[in-house]
Each structure stands twice: as structure tokens, then as C-alpha cells.
């Protein structure tokens, strides 16, 4: 089973997939790190100290990396972690943060004012969350504000092993669009 965790940068997606790999030992593509290691983009955003994906190059990619996990994973379960992972994976968990939480956590990252506040803004306009509902069949929401990383994982955790078992009617909590942080951001 492949889940993808997204969320804008700044929600918690590599704290949660680190503690995860540690905790149960699950298996994570950290798909950011991916991109750079193996060129998969088409050109470099100096402006905004990114890379631009190459979508086509990373579904090509991934298919084989993730049979390699899946073989090497006790429970066939491999998270894919990545701000773009819900344009790949079918079932995704997406970490959300109030946007002035988010932003004391992209300052601390050492983020550009630009970059906080570009940030900020798509996280009040729930853009990765409508994203996800476009591309993916089921999509689930954890609000990461006000909680520590550990707690966070928790919740990610809970989802993943009740996906695992079946018991989806157990994860009513984790249902999407309940947040409305719209004017959150001046
Ligand atoms: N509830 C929380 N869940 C996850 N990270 C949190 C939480 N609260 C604060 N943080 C902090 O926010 C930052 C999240 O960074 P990171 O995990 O790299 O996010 P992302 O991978 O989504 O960009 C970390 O410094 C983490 O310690």
C-alpha cells in the first residue's frame, strides 16, 4: 500500500516520516531529497531556492523504487513523503498548520520573508488540501497547530494502521475541510 503524507512545507511531513521510520520502522520515500539526489526536475528556482519537479520523470521513477520497499517492507506499506506526493499516490494524509504557527516555524527554518508568506498563503487558502482532493481517492486532514511532532505522529500513525487493518470508519476525526483559516493571513 502506497500513502502519501503531504502538506505545505513547514506542517511536519519529514519530522512525522522520521519518527515513523524509527518508531515502526515503516518504510518512507522522502521524495524532495529523491528529486535532487537523482536529477528528476527540469530546472533550478535560484529565486526561490527550489527546483522545479519533473512530473513525468518521477512517475516514471517511482514504480520500481517502490516495488524494491514494498518487498523490503513487513506490511507492504511505504509512505511517500513530499509536498508533491498527492499527485502520485491515491490515498493521502495531508498535515495542515495555522498559517501564523506555520509562519513562526518557516522563520525558524530561516525561510525568506517572501518565502514565509508565500507559504502562509497557501496554507489559508487550504491549496494543497484542494489539490489533494482533486488528484487523490481518499484524503485525510491532521492539524498539526498547537501539537509537538510526537503528537503529530501519533495521528499519522493512527491512520496508517487502522488503513492497514481495514477499519477506515475508525478515522472520522481525520476527515477532511473542518478547517477554515482563510483569514488568517492580512
Ligand atoms: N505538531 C508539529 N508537527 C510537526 N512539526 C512540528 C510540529 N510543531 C512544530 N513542528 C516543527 O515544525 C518543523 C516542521 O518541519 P518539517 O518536519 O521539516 O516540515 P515539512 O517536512 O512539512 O517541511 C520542525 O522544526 C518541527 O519541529
Known amino acids: 500500500m502506497l500513502i502519501g503524507l503531504t502538506g505545505t512545507p513547514g ?21 524532495n531529497d529523491l528529486i535532487k539526489k537523482e536529477h528528476l526536475y527540469t530546472e533550478v528556482d535560484e ?6 519537479a519533473d512530473m513525468e520523470l518521477i512517475r516514471s521513477r517511482l514504480p520500481e523504487l517502490i516495488d524494491e520497499m ?3 517492507s513487513e506490511n507492504k506499506m ?9 499527485y502520485i499516490t491515491d490515498i493521502v494524509i495531508v498535515l495542515r498548520a495555522y498559517p501564523p504557527e506555520l509562519k513562526k516555524r518557516l522563520e525558524k527554518r530561516g525561510y525568506s520573508e517572501e518565502k514565509v508568506n508565500e507559504n ?8 494543497i488540501l484542494a489539490e489533494a482532493f482533486e488528484w ?9 497547530t498547537g501539537r509537538t511532532a510526537e503528537e503529530t ?13 481495514g477499519k477506515e470508519e475508525g ?16
Open 153 to 165: 505522529t501519533g495521528d499519522v500513525e493512527k491512520i496508517i494502521d487502522y488503513l492497514l487493518s
Open 136 to 144: 487523490c481517492d481518499k484524503v485525510f486532514e491532521v492539524n498539526t
Open 47 to 52: 529565486k526561490r531556492d527550489s527546483v522545479i
Open 120 to 127: 502562509a498563503e497557501a496554507e489559508s487558502i487550504d491549496l
Open 171 to 186: 478515522l472520522k476525526e481525520y476527515s477532511p475541510g473542518s478547517l477554515d483559516w482563510i483569514d488568517s493571513v492580512p
Open 78 to 86: 511505504v509512505i511517500l513523503e513530499s509536498h508533491l506526493s498527492h
Open 11 to 31: 506542517t511536519g511531513k519529514t519530522s512525522a516520516s522520521k519518527l515513523l521510520e524509527k518508531r515502526r520502522q515503516w518504510k518512507v520515500i522522502h521524495l
Open 70 to 72: 514494498e518487498k523490503e
